[in-house]
């Protein structure tokens, strides 16, 4: 098959992300001119799997807000698709959605080109279809890409799993994850590791995987761990988030194990927030939904109260806490004042004229902002 490259830069896309290197820009804006410099440095995340197997649709869910019922209606991809994200999201990289048939022996296919820049690649597999042709184009596909980079983290959804029992869906990933370790154990390919997630569009757990395929291309993903943690348990606070606001990725979270019920209750927060905004926020219909003042609380029935703040032009810190501990609010403000400070030193403001722009503060990605937060007994660690 003939490979063309199709490249769009449809407004409001994301900004994109690939293996994030140390020297690379967050939420940079940068014109996308198909085969400038910059465009092919991007990190870059690829989607391939079979025909049919969903890679389009979790694009355009995750990155383009359509609703999963129109994707009924997408057509089957002839070109490989390159979306720039830059622009509205924090993590700057690109997407390249393949089509299902691509031929890897085909001359026209230049895989030297195609996985040398690329940081994760995700494999898709229809978890509704008999995945066994998806299994032998999985190793495929894994083997070919390693041996042009063996830094690509392999990723495998198993996908569509919404039409699939829970005893089903835990059985399938067995197998799949067997059959897959045993296929590259075969070919002496034990070194590579592939991940695997259960995903599904008609839910969160498509942007909860996907958020897991972003946090490990972000180097500094450590020292935003370690500030959510130290916020967090001086604040009361039980579970954070740091959202990218406009995909609803997480790009980090405290070491507290995710329940996907707090995740999804926070990505309901991020629409609320956002709806409400766009309805009575906007003065004569200009603007920004979302803003340096973008600030919720939302108290639930159950006396839990949900807290959504601004930490960067692309990035909200959404909490979970207990009513209790939403008494003592200063002191969460004062560290969250602490928190926004300490993340702005990590990605240190670029020379962009509009501050968006946002760039590694040090090539130590475990280095801590020398600050200090208010503990709940009022002391300053
Ligand atoms: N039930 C279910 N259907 C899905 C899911 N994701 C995608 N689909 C459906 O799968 C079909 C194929 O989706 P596409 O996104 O076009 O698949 P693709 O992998 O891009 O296909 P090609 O471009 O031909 O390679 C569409 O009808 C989608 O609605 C899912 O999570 N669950
Ligand atoms: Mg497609």
């Known amino acids: 098959m003939n490979i063309q490259y199709e490249d769009t830069t449809l407004p409001g896309s994301y900004g994109v992300v690939g293996s994030f290197p140390k020297s690379f820009g967050y939420g940079v804006e940068v014109p996308d001119l198909e085969d400038s410099p910059t465009s092919a440095d991007k990190p870059r995340i690829l989607l391939m799997g079979l025909r049919r197997s969903g890679k389009s649709s979790i694009q355009k869910v995750v990155f383009h807000k359509m609703s999963p019922n129109e994707t009924l209606f997408l057509e089957s991809t002839n070109k490989i698709y390159k979306d720039d994200i830059s622009g509205?999201?924090?993590?700057?990289?690109?997407?390249?959605?393949?089509?299902?048939?691509?031929?890897?022996?085909?001359?026209?296919?230049?895989?030297?080109?195609?996985?040398?820049?690329?940081?994760?690649?995700?494999?898709?597999?229809?978890?509704?279809?008999?995945?066994?042709?998806?299994?032998?184009?999985?190793?495929?596909?894994?083997?070919?890409?390693?041996?042009?980079?063996?830094?690509?983290?392999?990723?495998?959804?198993?996908?569509?799993?919404?039409?699939?029992?829970?005893?089903?869906?835990?059985?399938?990933?067995?197998?799949?994850?067997?059959?897959?370790?045993?296929?590259?154990?075969?070919?002496?390919?034990?070194?590579?590791?592939?991940?695997?997630?259960?995903?599904?569009?008609?839910?969160?757990?498509?942007?909860?995987?996907?958020?897991?395929?972003?946090?490990?291309?972000?180097?500094?993903?450590?020292?935003?761990?370690?500030?959510?943690?130290?916020?967090?348990?001086?604040?009361?606070?039980?579970?954070?988030?740091?959202?990218?606001?406009?995909?609803?990725?997480?790009?980090?979270?405290?070491?507290?194990?995710?329940?996907?019920?707090?995740?999804?209750?926070?990505?309901?927060?991020?629409?609320?927030?956002?709806?409400?905004?766009?309805?009575?926020?906007?003065?004569?219909?200009?603007?920004?939904?979302?803003?340096?003042?973008?600030?919720?609380?939302?108290?639930?029935?159950?006396?839990?109260?949900?807290?959504?703040?601004?930490?960067t032009k692309f990035l909200a810190l959404v909490c979970i806490l207990r009513e209790e501990s939403f008494e003592r609010k200063g002191l969460i403000e004062y560290n969250f004042h602490c928190f926004r400070k300490a993340i702005h030193e990590v990605f240190e403001v670029g020379s962009s004229n509009d501050g968006a722009a946002w760039r590694p503060a040090s090539s130590s990605s475990n280095s801590q902002p020398g600050l200090k937060y208010a503990s709940l007994n009022g002391s300053a660690v």
């Open 88 to 311: 509205s999201s924090f993590v700057n990289f690109q997407i390249w959605d393949f089509p299902g048939q691509v031929d890897f022996f085909d001359p026209t296919f230049d895989s030297e080109m195609i996985f040398k820049g690329t940081g994760a690649l995700i494999f898709v597999i229809d978890a509704q279809d008999d995945y066994m042709e998806a299994l032998s184009r999985l190793h495929l596909t894994v083997s070919r890409a390693y041996k042009v980079n063996p830094d690509i983290n392999f990723e495998v959804f198993i996908h569509k799993v919404d039409g699939l029992s829970d005893d089903h869906k835990i059985e399938t990933q067995r197998d799949i994850h067997q059959r897959a370790n045993d296929d590259l154990a075969d070919a002496s390919l034990e070194k590579v590791h592939l991940s695997f997630y259960l995903t599904s569009i008609y839910d969160h757990s498509i942007f909860e995987a996907f958020s897991k395929v972003v946090q490990k291309l972000i180097p500094q993903l450590p020292t935003l761990e370690n500030l959510l943690n130290i916020f967090i348990s001086h604040s009361g606070i039980e579970k954070a988030f740091l959202f990218d606001v406009s995909s609803k990725i997480y790009i980090a979270t405290d070491s507290a194990p995710v329940d996907m019920q707090s995740y999804e209750l926070c990505c309901d927060m991020i629409d609320v927030v956002l709806d409400i905004s766009c309805i009575y926020g906007l003065e004569d219909g200009s603007g920004s939904a979302y803003d340096e003042e973008s600030l919720a609380i939302i108290k639930l029935n159950n006396t839990t109260v949900l807290y959504l703040k601004e930490v």
